[in-house]
C-alpha cells in the first residue's frame, strides 16, 4: 500500500498483475482508517493506494485510476465533497465508484454527496461486512458514462 500514488504506479498497475481484483483509493485524514481499510482490501487481493487529504485523493484517482473510491467527508485542504466534484472533473478513462464514509448522518447529508458525485454513502464506522459486500459488487461492474 502506498500512500501517494505517481505516475511509475499507474503504469505499474497495468502489469501489477492481472490477479488484481479491484484498483481501490481510501482518503481519509485518519491514519487508522487508510491503514485498516487499506490493509483489508490489499489482503483480499486489491490493488489499493490512500491518501491522507482530498488533494491527495484528487492526484492519487488522476495517477492510479482506481475503480472505487472510499472517501470520508471532513478532510483538509480539500474536503470530501470538493474532491469528489474534481475527480467527477477529471477526465479517466472510466469514472470511479465514489463511496461517502462519514460519521454526518441524515438526508441532508445523503442529497450533498449526491450532488456532488458521490455513488455511494456509508456511515463510519462502516461495517467490515458490508464494506467487503460493496466491494464485491462494484469491482465486478463498471460506472455508467454521467
Not at 47 to 54: C, K, L, P, Y
Not at 105 to 114: F, Q, S
Given at each position: 500500500?502506498?500512500?501517494v500514488?505517481t505516475?511509475?504506479?499507474?503504469?505499474?498497475?497495468?502489469t501489477q498483475?492481472?490477479?488484481a481484483?479491484?484498483?481501490?483509493?481510501?482518503?481519509d485524514d485518519?491514519?487508522?482508517i487508510?491503514e485498516?481499510m487499506?490493509?483489508?482490501?490489499?489482503?483480499?487481493?486489491h490493488?489499493?493506494?490512500?491518501?491522507?487529504?482530498?488533494?491527495?485523493a484528487?492526484?492519487?484517482?488522476?495517477?492510479f485510476?482506481?475503480e472505487?473510491?472510499?472517501?470520508?467527508l471532513?478532510?483538509?485542504v480539500?474536503?470530501?465533497?470538493?474532491a469528489?466534484?474534481a475527480?467527477?472533473?477529471t477526465p479517466?478513462?472510466?469514472?470511479?465508484?465514489?463511496?461517502?464514509?462519514?460519521a454526518?448522518?441524515?438526508?441532508?447529508?445523503?442529497?450533498?454527496?449526491?450532488?456532488?458525485g458521490?455513488?455511494?454513502?456509508?456511515?463510519k464506522?462502516?461495517?467490515?461486512?458490508?464494506?467487503?459486500?460493496l466491494v464485491?459488487?462494484?469491482?465486478?461492474?463498471?460506472?455508467?458514462?454521467?
Open positions: 500500500m502506498t500512500s500514488a505516475a511509475s504506479d499507474a503504469a505499474a498497475c497495468d498483475g492481472a490477479d481484483l479491484a484498483r481501490i483509493l481510501v482518503a485518519l491514519k487508522d487508510t485498516t487499506g490493509l483489508l482490501f490489499e489482503t483480499l487481493g490493488d489499493t493506494r490512500v491518501a491522507g487529504d482530498g488533494q491527495a484528487v492526484e492519487a484517482a488522476s495517477a485510476e482506481p472505487i473510491v472510499f472517501m470520508d471532513d478532510m483538509p480539500l474536503n470530501g465533497y470538493e469528489a466534484r475527480i467527477r472533473g479517466l478513462a472510466h469514472q470511479p465508484f465514489l463511496v461517502a464514509l462519514t454526518s448522518h441524515g438526508v441532508a447529508v445523503e442529497v450533498a454527496t449526491r450532488a456532488c458521490f455513488d455511494f454513502y456509508l456511515r464506522p462502516a461495517d467490515t461486512n458490508a464494506l467487503l459486500a464485491d459488487d462494484l469491482a465486478s461492474r463498471t460506472r455508467p458514462a454521467p
